[in-house]
């Protein structure tokens, strides 16, 4: 509601405390955020001779200068050796990092993520490291090797991201006019709402033409007969709305026939996907709907 497109808009005013302002004026800035993801397999090879003593590690630098942003540490905590605790330590580097998340999943033999956990981090200060306990100890895993260690490997999947501050900060435009800004009413209901493209809504139409889907009609040529859609077709063509809307053979039998028409596959295949399209390609295809659609006017309906 709040970040659409993961974007946040906020509407600021500005005044002199002292004097007057000599005009109006109204400025949009933008600032973006600097991000980079990073996501990889972490295979620790020989996992069964991995033991208390021994540290995993997984540095994690920027594509862009080469800088550290990030380390992994795998292993199994002094002390711990009877429950073979395994604890991932993650450090990140306050220095080139703002903010950061991660994401660490445990992935099985066909390399399918079954456990995961994840977690954000403001670096205030260098001592920002996290510990956390993995989801299985060193025995769990070994008793379900051929599940969790293939070949003796334990994969680990992680996916990260980082903000190392603004990457562009700018005016963008300004507006001198400043034309008035319409206030919301209170008890309207288009409080953020946002377009959505229709060419997302024709595909699915398109989809459900395709692979008749939910189909509770079929429109039958003499070659051939096509699924489709009661509500769809009556909501957008009269014909078919007074054909379903009345006690007619085709509601009934669920069965359109059209079996008359010159080229009738051709002319109903048109005309379903004008209808469910709502596109008309070249002028043939606009007379064959055309065609198919007296057709049916012809029988009455």
């Known amino acids: 509601m709040f970040l659409p497109q993961d974007t946040l808009t906020a509407r600021c005013r500005l005044w002199k405390s002292v004097g007057e302002m000599s005009k109006n004026v109204q400025c949009f800035a933008r600032t973006r955020i600097a991000v980079e993801k990073r996501s990889f397999l972490w295979n620790i090879k020989d996992f069964s001779t991995f033991s208390f003593y021994k540290v995993q590690t997984y540095e994690i630098k920027s594509h862009d200068d080469d800088k550290m942003l990030m380390t992994l540490e795998l292993s199994i905590p002094d002390g711990l050796i009877c429950d ?3 604890r991932v330590k993650i450090i990140p580097d306050s220095e080139n990092t703002k903010i950061s998340t991660l994401k660490l999943s445990l992935l099985d033999a066909s390399k399918t993520a079954i456990k995961c956990f994840q977690d954000d981090f403001w670096h205030h200060d260098s001592d920002g490291s996290k510990d956390y306990t993995l989801f299985y100890t060193k025995k769990e895993l070994l008793e379900g090797k051929n599940t969790y260690l293939q070949n003796d490997v334990l994969s680990l999947f992680c996916e990260c991201s ?3 501050g603004k ?3 700018e005016i963008e435009m300004t507006d001198s006019k400043c034309s008035t800004i319409k206030k919301k009413e209170p008890n309207s209901r288009s409080l953020n709402k946002f377009s959505v493209h229709s060419c997302i809504f024709i595909d699915n139409f398109k989809s459900m033409l395709n692979d008749g889907n939910l189909s509770d009609v079929k429109l039958k040529t003499k070659r051939q007969s096509y699924d489709a859609h009661k509500s769809i077709l009556g909501a957008l063509s009269p014909v078919f709305k007074a054909m379903f809307s009345n006690d007619t053979k085709e509601k009934i039998n669920e069965c359109v026939d059209i079996e008359d028409i010159k080229d009738d596959t051709l002319s109903l295949l048109c005309m379903l996907q004008c ?3 709502a596109e008309v390609g070249e002028l043939e295809w606009t007379s064959a709907i055309e065609s198919c ?4 006017l012809s029988t009455g309906f």
Request: aromatic share 12%; with cysteine.
């Open 162 to 164: 980082f903000s190392c």
């Open 293 to 296: 659609m007296r057709q049916l």
């Open 84 to 86: 073979e605790l395994i």
């Open 167 to 169: 990457r562009l900060d």
């Open 275 to 277: 209808i469910y399209s």
